[in-house]
């Protein structure tokens, strides 16, 4: 069984959920399961442990999960993008639309610690349509960094966020779905 394949095993799939027609895929199976959240993380480790990155932005809320873990692991600063009003300093924001209205992010101003140009991978749990990953670079770049790569755990790739991602940086999702 290929990584994926077993990934795609430790996450479960409810029918119905938010609303009828949708299959959620519900990670708490993959995190409340020690022995999978390790796999991922030795997984991703292996992927960017000779990358050439300097921080891990995650996106709220599932990003800081995975993105916090693997900065440990890889002695990076972890770098959190939180929804509108979460950040106690001064932030940049961007706001996103939604499929049922829009939505506003934010980052710290000095959330890359003064390091010009600093090489960012972004992180987060399901890529569907860009959006949020999108304003999630804009952020990123107006703190003065770049993203290098953004990360998934899981793609719906019926939705098209990597295209419209991709515009921006290289893109990675483990399951495509």
Known sequence: MTFSEQLEKDI?????????GILFRDIT???NDAQAFARLLDYLESCYKNSDIDFIAGIESRGFIFG?????????????IRK??????????????LEYGSATIEIHKDAFRGQKDAKVLL???????????????KLVKNAGAKVVEACFIIELTELGGASKLRALCDVYSILKL
């Open 68 to 80: 916090a873990a693997l900065a440990s692991r890889l002695c990076l600063g972890f770098v959190p």
């Open 84 to 97: 509108a009003g979460k950040l106690p300093c001064a932030t940049f924001k961007e706001s996103y639309e």
């Open 29 to 31: 199976t993959l995190l």
């Open 123 to 137: 992180i987060d749990d399901l890529l569907a349509t860009g959006g949020t990953a999108t304003a999630a670079c």
């Open 12 to 20: 479960r799939v409810i029918p119905d959920f938010p609303k009828p």
